[in-house]
């Protein structure tokens, strides 16, 4: 459904991806793992180009582009099929949580607003927030904006949503609402390809773990074989230093 071919990227002289290539399927919850640093924001941005890739070849819906000359039509096309999810909302501040919905169905979608409306109310109730119809992003906590960020994409019925790194910027007891809601759009079956630090959703959520360092994928595969027998060293390393915070069983 979305395959990325050897996506390159430097800033400067510095190569920030190294040919990475990922297969995601319908239905996939893709998670990315890695140190700061390593490139995750930066390859996540490249899939639906708000990024600029040097060079990489995307095929996503079954048609086929080159990232390194593609037109602006082709840019349009792939942001229609994607969503993201930003680590701080990136919310209007001065429309509400219904219009920060509607924005992208009425404008970027061209769904006449009377149509619109009932869907991105839809949205707003699947993350519970139907009640905050109304309120403007600085009357609702992090998490609760977070959660209006994820209706947003969901109402535009993308192909995949990418989120990066969506709980990081919030109180640890707004972790779980938003964990929740993620947790749920996956067991619908959405396909969602996100940058997180949350090892318990990596592990009991995803479909595929993706661990990258330095550019590269150093390793990848199945949540319960990533966590219980890694192949690589520094995946261990990764591991040890990050699963006795997070008190997930010690298995290496
Ligand atoms: N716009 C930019 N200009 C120059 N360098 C950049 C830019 N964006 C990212 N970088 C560099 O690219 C490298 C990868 O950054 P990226 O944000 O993709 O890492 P990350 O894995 O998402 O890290 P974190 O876990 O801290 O979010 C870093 O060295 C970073 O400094
Ligand atoms: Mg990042």
Redesign the pocket.
Known sequence: MLTVKNIEKS??D?K?LDGISLTVNQGDVVVIL?P????????LRSLNYLEHADAGELELDGKSYDLAKISRKDVLEIRKKTAFVFQNYNLFANKTALENILEGLVIARKVPKEKAIPIAENALKKVGLLEKRDFYPSQLSGGQQQRIGIARAIAVKPEVILFD?PTSALDPELIGDVLDVMKELAEEGVTMVV?THEMSFARDVATHIIF?EGGHIIEEGDPKEFFTRPKEERTKQFLTRIIPELNIDPVI
Not at 36 to 43: D, Q
């Open positions: 800033f400067g510095k920030v890695g700061s640093g390593s490139g995750k924001t930066t390859f790194e940058v990258m």
